[in-house]
T-cell receptor, first 116, second 111 residues
Framework: KAGVTQTPRYLIKTRGQQVTLSCSPI?????VSWYQQTPGQGLQFLFE???????NKGNFPGRFSGRQFSNSRSEMNVSTLELGDSALYLC???????????????FGQGTRLTVV | TQLLEQSPQFLSIQEGENLTVYCNSS?????LQWYRQEPGEGPVLLVT?????EVKKLKRLTFQFGDARKDSSLHITAAQPGDTGLYLC???????????FGAGTILRVKS
């Protein structure tokens, strides 16, 4: 069974540009969450999608957005990039459908974004 | 806002020693998970604890969930160099697939 696949693995962008990251969840998983990992802040929750709907959102500015497609694949977009957006962006998929059930997240390898 | 405080931040020990990592919060979590992350990779789930007071063992790793479901610990017996990595605890909120992560513990086991 294939794991969570994130593309690209590495990206270098300049300030002011926008970027789109892609995540393909484990087959059968309909919940996809995105996290930002930095040395200073650790892992911070961005948002979660289930059946093409954003179900949960973290405390990030509106420059960070996402979407999910009918095949559960998800993309996240960051517009007007800032130096502080440099981070490892991780996608996690989960089998859980009922948000009141326990969550076990399976992570991809991440996309390393560097903003210069 | 739910927060998880993880300690210690760094741990450098000799092969064969025992260690414990702690994860504490003032909030109740429906479940708590422990992950291990190696450089350049995403976190890998080690265990999920759900019931207050629950203890789970995974070979040399023992995980415990506090009675009030606010804290957890990870104990490693006879650490080996292969245990080196970043250990993360994560709490699942009462609603929604959102994980709150601790800051992580960087473990280095020297041979």
């Amino acid at each position: 069974k294939a794991g969570v696949t994130q593309t690209p693995r590495y990206l270098i962008k300049t300030r002011g540009q926008q970027v789109t990251l892609s995540c393909s969840p484990i087959s059968g998983h309909r919940s996809v969450s995105w996290y930002q990992q930095t040395p200073g802040q650790g892992l911070q929750f961005l948002f979660e999608y289930f059946s093409e709907t954003q179900r949960n959102k973290g405390n990030f500015p509106g420059r960070f957005s996402g979407r999910q497609f009918s095949n559960s694949r998800s993309e996240m977009n960051v517009s007007t990039l800032e130096l502080g957006d440099s981070a490892l962006y991780l996608c996690a998929s989960s089998l859980v459908e009922n948000p009141l059930q326990n969550t076990e997240a399976f992570f991809g390898q991440g996309t390393r974004l560097t903003v210069v | 806002t739910q927060l998880l405080e993880q300690s210690p931040q760094f741990l450098s020990i000799q092969e064969g020693e025992n260690l414990t990592v702690y994860c504490n919060s003032s909030s109740v979590f429906s479940s708590l998970q422990w992950y291990r992350q190696e450089p350049g990779e995403g976190p890998v789930l080690l265990v999920t604890v759900v019931t207050g007071g629950e203890v789970k063992k995974l070979k040399r790793l023992t995980f415990q969930f506090g009675d009030a479901r606010k804290d957890s610990s990870l104990h490693i017996t006879a650490a080996q160099p292969g245990d080196t990595g970043l250990y993360l605890c994560a709490g699942a909120s009462e609603y929604g697939n959102k994980l709150v992560f601790g800051a992580g513990t960087i473990l280095r086991v020297k041979s």
